[in-house]
């Protein structure tokens, strides 16, 4: 139980120090930038195959169950809608966490066993400024646009897997997705990906920044990091999809 609390406050002083520096200069906007194209360009590949991958196996499943009631004609509305609430924004996050979480815990654990962090400190750098910020701030910035993507993907594939097994129209496809989405649909689920986005990079490098035992304690960081970070994208999505029904419904 001590174990436990200490490293709940651990990790809730590792956030207010990270949020303290985020909202104070100096900035370092390139370092930013350089994290988002880490962060969010290179998981496109691995985002959008996921997206096509799940929007073509929810039409297959789905089509034989709805021909059962005569409704193929809301095969259409029934992708968009499953896929814009819930499929997209949680299959991103996991995504990311599988692939980002490991991997700034990994770094910054190699630069804090080769003594990097603390070659920074000496120089007079602060490294939660330059190292984590950035990475924190790129991966709430990179998760919505990389849900967007997911969702338009994922629809997409809906299409593909539709035309393969029925003649359909592709305008007629598209309206009929389109048509049934409403505010509370795509704004609330696109958001909450931010929060996402925020767990992933936060628990990825306070397990890389304090790692301790050399070269396999780094294994070690990077594997709990992807398995915490997976687990809080599951949990806050719960969170917040309560949050959004109170507020929007």
């Keep these: 139980m001590i174990g436990i609390l200490e490293w709940f406050g651990d990790l ?42 799940i ?16 409704a193929e004609s809301l095969l259409p509305t029934m992708i968009s809608i499953s896929v814009v609430r819930e499929l997209g924004p949680v299959i991103a996050g996991l995504m990311v966490a599988g692939r980002i979480g490991a991997g ?69 496809y598209f309206d009929e997705s389109m048509k049934i989405l409403e505010f509370i649909d795509v704004i609330p689920s696109v958001a909450k990906t931010a929060v996402f986005g925020f767990f992933i990079g936060i628990i990825g490098c306070f397990y890389g920044y304090t790692v301790r035992g050399g070269t396999a304690g780094v294994g070690r960081a990077a594997t709990i990091a992807v398995v915490l970070s997976s687990l809080m994208v599951i949990v806050s999505d719960v969170v917040m999809v309560r949050i959004t029904q109170v507020l929007f419904e």
């Design 104 to 172: 700034l815990a990994a770094e910054l654990g190699s630069m804090r066993v080769t003594e990097q962090i603390d070659a920074m400190e000496v120089s007079a750098t602060d490294p939660m400024n330059y190292l984590v910020v950035p990475r924190v701030l790129a991966c709430v910035i990179a998760m919505p646009i990389l849900t967007i993507y997911c969702d338009i993907l994922a629809i997409g594939g809906g299409y593909l897997a539709s035309t393969l097994s029925m003649e359909t129209s592709m305008r007629l």
């Design 55 to 70: 929007g073509t196996v929810l039409a297959m499943q789905s089509r034989a169950t709805l021909a059962r009631f005569g």
């Design 12 to 53: 809730a002083a590792f956030i207010g120090r990270t949020v303290s520096r985020a909202v104070k200069p100096p900035y370092e906007v390139q370092q930013v930038l350089a994290q988002l194209d880490d962060i969010g360009t290179k998981s496109l590949p691995l985002v959008g195959a996921a997206g096509v991958a």
